[in-house]
């Protein structure tokens, strides 16, 4: 049970190590895109390609029909990486052992639908995987299995989205192979991630720098992170924290050198509104009054 990419390695390990998968759920088609053709999502399409039957409803809840096709399936396990839907009490008890969630982070840090975006963005060493058996509470259900990854200086959401969902695909094969004895969560060190919204991507330049290089790296690609400058949005793509002083959001030299509350950003792509990305420099040698403007 899984949606986007992040589910897909987990699908082909399970297929690959010989399991017999009764059937795979994901989200149904939908419009994308810029010409919002309706699309399978990547784990729809992963299923197909392994010739494996497909499930796609729309909701679960008040779902008796679809409560009962699954209860049909008389699973050992579902196994659930990213799916989209919450799980109602009668899908949850269903399987033999339960089902066991691939979570992209190392619980109880981390709760939520944004643990990947959210463990960059507030600076933490490291990230990882957490299989657990899922509860009614969100993420709140006892642990199987957990494996740490590093979270570099310069590595952003996408890097660590694919490291980790290698890892969760290494975690299930073994939690199922292993049967370990489930843990309950600690009580302390409880965070949240929450949903993300493309508000979340504005940069204010009175943060640090390191705090903003966080943020872009976070929010890429998606919300993305920008800002105003000279009278339109600027979308910045990537950036290297770097000394300097100014007023924040002052442009520092040519090479697109911003102050921040502290320290300086030097935004190396950017982006305009329906053009390129290009680099941050030879962007700004298309503003002669650079050194006069100012990022907002």
Not at 156 to 176: E, F, K, N, S
């Amino acid at each position: 049970m899984g949606s986007p990419a992040f589910s897909v390695p987990a699908l082909q390990a399970l297929h690959t190590a010989g399991h017999d998968i009764a059937a795979v759920y994901c989200q149904p088609p939908r419009p994308a895109g810029r010409g919002q053709a309706v699309q399978k999502c990547a784990v729809h399409l992963a299923a197909e390609a392994l010739g494996l039957p497909v499930r796609t409803p729309a909701k679960l809840r008040h779902n008796e029909a679809e409560h009962a096709a699954f209860a049909a399936l008389a699973l050992d396990a579902a196994i659930v990486a990213a799916y989209g839907l919450i799980l109602p009490p009668a899908m949850l008890g269903a399987p033999r052992l339960g089902c066991l969630n691939i979570h992209a982070s190392l619980l109880p840090r981390w709760r939520g639908a944004a643990p990947i975006q959210a463990a960059i963005m507030a600076g933490d060493p490291e990230s990882g995987v957490t299989i657990m058996r899922m509860e009614e509470g969100l993420d709140t259900g006892p642990m199987l299995l957990s494996a740490p990854v590093r979270i570099t200086a310069e590595i952003t959401t996408p890097m660590l989205h694919d490291a980790l969902a290698d890892l969760g695909a290494r975690l299930i094969l073994q939690a199922l192979a292993d049967a370990p004895t489930p843990t309950p969560q600690p009580a302390e060190g409880v965070t949240y991630a929450a949903k993300l919204t493309r508000a979340d991507g504005r940069i204010d330049w009175t943060q640090t720098a390191d705090a903003l290089d966080r943020q872009i790296r976070a929010l890429n690609p998606w919300p993305g992170t920008f800002c105003d400058f000279a009278g339109a949005p600027l979308k910045i793509l990537a950036a290297t924290p770097e000394a300097g002083q100014g007023g924040a959001g002052q442009i520092l030299d040519p090479g697109f050198l911003v102050a921040c509350g502290t320290a300086a950003l030097r935004l190396t792509r950017v982006q305009r509104p329906g053009r390129p990305a290009m680099p941050g420099d030879a962007f700004l040698r298309g503003v002669p009054t650079w050194d006069s403007a100012r990022l907002t």
